[in-house]
């Protein structure tokens, strides 16, 4: 699609799958990713894998085959984008201990996943009376967008959401009451593993969004929707809207957190250096460091080359820079 506006497709993905050799896998889609000129970020786990890449869709569709030839992963679903160029700087496949950083020992998604909840059948559910719908996602993520009435569990990584539930156990379900938990996430795949968590804490009634926000947005008309604002994404693109048409968000190239349309006019945003999210978390000698890097992207898109600084896209459940993620290997959606 050389003369289409959007010609590049961009693909989210994940599948909680046994993988007996990540490092065997790693090496073969790390081949075939630059053969094809994919980029993006694919997680290997014991206990699956889970990304975005983008590319070409003849590259693209090459990859998505060769996973969906994998054990297991032969309905493999996939989330679609498009994109005007491509929104990943490099190609990286990796090997973590999970594909989603939960970090609570015996969580097992393929055998103890909650109720799947279709997009179209969403809203049935959560209008239902005393149906408690949560937002598995992050703060920085929930602030910009969320579902009417979706209760905000203020995490700063998803590591942290079993703890938040113990601590709000009782409020929660306090009463003797057994009421129906929806949850929902980006592209799905916190929202399953958290369904898992649940049910290993003593709840049956746990129902979990198929396909995330995302197959949400792209399904349901807007004038239906009961989501309000935009969706986060772990690329360029910033966010998302109905359609997954591109939102109204920038990004902060020195802490990676989203920059609304009005904290663009504000006046501890300089594009590159600060937002008002980081300006009071920085020094002089941070943001001189920022200053440089921004003029060597300059530099370099003049010269028509792209620079790695430039947006390095934020992994999922890593918390952006203004605040650190507690751990180095805390990833989630990589979705779009």
């Known amino acids: 699609m050389p003369d289409a506006p959007l010609p590049i ?8 799958t046994a993988i ?4 065997a896998l790693q090496r073969t889609l790390a081949e075939a990713c630059r053969a094809q000129g994919v980029r993006g970020t694919l997680i290997l786990a014991p206990e699956g894998i889970n990304g975005t890449i983008a590319g070409t869709d003849e590259g693209v569709g090459q990859i998505v085959e060769c996973l969906r030839a994998l054990p297991g992963c032969a309905d493999l679903e996939v989330k679609e984008s498009r994109a005007a160029a491509l929104p990943f700087h490099r190609m990286k496949v990796r090997i973590k201990r999970e594909i989603v950083t939960m970090g609570e020992p015996g969580i097992d998604p393929l055998e103890d996943a909650g109720h799947y909840v279709a997009a ?24 910009i967008g969320s579902f009417a009435g979706a209760i905000d569990p203020g995490t700063r990584t998803f590591r942290d959401f079993p703890a938040w539930f113990r601590a709000h156990r009782d409020a929660l379900l306090g009463d003797g009451r057994t009421p129906k938990v929806a949850m929902f996430c980006t592209g799905g795949i916190r929202c399953e593993k958290a ?3 649940l049910k290993r804490e003593g709840l049956d009634e746990v129902f979990h969004l198929q396909g995330g926000i995302l197959k949400y947005l792209e399904t349901v008309p807007p004038d239906q929707s009961l989501w309000e604002g935009e969706c986060f994404v772990f690329d360029q693109r910033v966010a998302v ?17 989203p920059v609304s349309a009005e904290e663009l006019g ?26 440089e890097r921004e003029r060597q992207v300059r530099l370099a ?36």
């Open 9 to 16: 497709r961009v693909v989210a993905l994940y599948r909680f």
């Open 20 to 23: 007996a050799d990540c490092a």
């Open 120 to 143: 179209d059948a969403w809203n049935a559910l959560i209008r239902e009376p005393g149906t408690i719908l949560i937002d598995t996602r992050n703060d920085y993520e929930v602030a």
């Open 195 to 197: 369904t898992a968590f």
């Open 241 to 257: 809207t109905h359609g997954l048409e591109p939102g109204s968000h920038s990004l902060c190239h020195a802490c990676r957190m």
């Open 266 to 291: 504000s006046p501890l945003y300089v594009a590159g250096i600060s937002c008002p999210a980081c300006h009071a978390d920085r020094d002089d000698r941070q943001r001189a460091g920022y200053a």
């Open 301 to 336: 898109t003049a010269r028509g080359d792209s620079h790695v600084g430039a947006a390095s896209p934020c992994a999922e459940t890593k918390r952006p820079p203004v605040r650190p993620a507690a751990s180095p290997d805390a990833l989630e959606d990589f979705s779009p």
